[in-house]
């Protein structure tokens, strides 16, 4: 896909990875719809969008739940009216509630996993997915565009301590990725997922130092990932015709 004047919808837009893949994107001419539930980093990203983009580029934001059906649902259909039309989507939405399974000392339990942390984890990450997702394609099929959608899943979809509820979203991810692949493609609509290792954000940035050094060490770079190596990686799934359900590993070699 030629990314100029197509618009790009991206969730969780108003920092991080969504920031910077809505910057990349919009380096590259595409037009960019931000859905969060903050408007100040929004506005932020909207702003910093418009000042790295083509001369040509579109920005609108949205605040949306997109665990809300409802929502998503109207926020989509106003996007769709808006930019007449929607040619991507990247589903970036998510959140962390980590804790452990069961917690125990000396065959004494002492904590657990909350039903609430494991099903909040659950709607965004998991159940936000489907939902922007399904609208995405919705408006697609109906207006005939050919489309993208990726799908931000983690290396922690294979199992990670502490992370019960995350692991659980993000390996649904990539299942969800490979069964719309197949299902849509028949509509010209590809569909991929992305696995990113740790990657620098605002949130590791306010990591303890000998805690952002181990996880360096443990990787074959010697370091963390850039935000800007991720929106390099949405881009080529984008540009190539021929990827759709797969998920590309971009970790720094630590899942091996």
């Known amino acids: 896909m030629n990314l100029k004047n197509k618009t790009i919808v991206i969730t969780g837009g108003g920092q991080g990875l969504g920031r910077a893949m809505a910057i990349h994107f919009a380096q590259s001419g595409a037009n960019i719809a931000l859905i969060d539930l903050n408007e100040d980093l929004l506005r932020e990203t909207a702003e910093l969008v418009k000042q790295n983009g083509t001369a040509n580029t579109r920005t609108k934001f949205y605040l949306s739940n997109v665990s809300n059906e409802a929502q998503v649902e109207s926020t989509f259909k106003q996007i769709n009216d808006d930019f007449n039309g ?51 394609a919705v408006h697609m099929i109906e207006s005939g565009n050919k489309g993208v959608i990726i799908n931000m899943s983690s290396i922690s979809r294979g199992g990670n301590i502490g992370q019960t509820n995350y692991a659980a979203a993000k390996a649904g991810v990539v299942a969800m990725t490979t069964t719309w692949a197949r299902e849509l493609g028949r509509h010209g609509i590809r569909v991929g997922a992305i696995a990113p290792g740790v990657t ?47 998920v590309v590993e971009i970790d720094g070699g630590l899942a091996m």
């Open 86 to 136: 929607i040619d991507g989507l990247i589903n970036n939405a998510g959140i962390l509630r980590d804790s452990m399974f069961v917690k125990a000392k000396n065959g004494v339990v002492t904590d657990k996993m909350s039903l609430a942390d494991f099903q909040s984890v659950i709607d965004v990450n998991l159940t936000g997915v489907f939902l922007c997702g399904r609208e995405a």
């Open 200 to 246: 620098r954000t605002p949130m590791t940035d306010a990591m303890k130092p000998e805690m952002r050094d181990r996880l360096e060490k443990m990787k074959p770079v010697g370091r963390l990932g850039d935000a800007d190596e991720i929106a390099h990686t949405a881009k080529y799934i984008f540009e190539n015709e021929f990827f759709t359900g797969r």
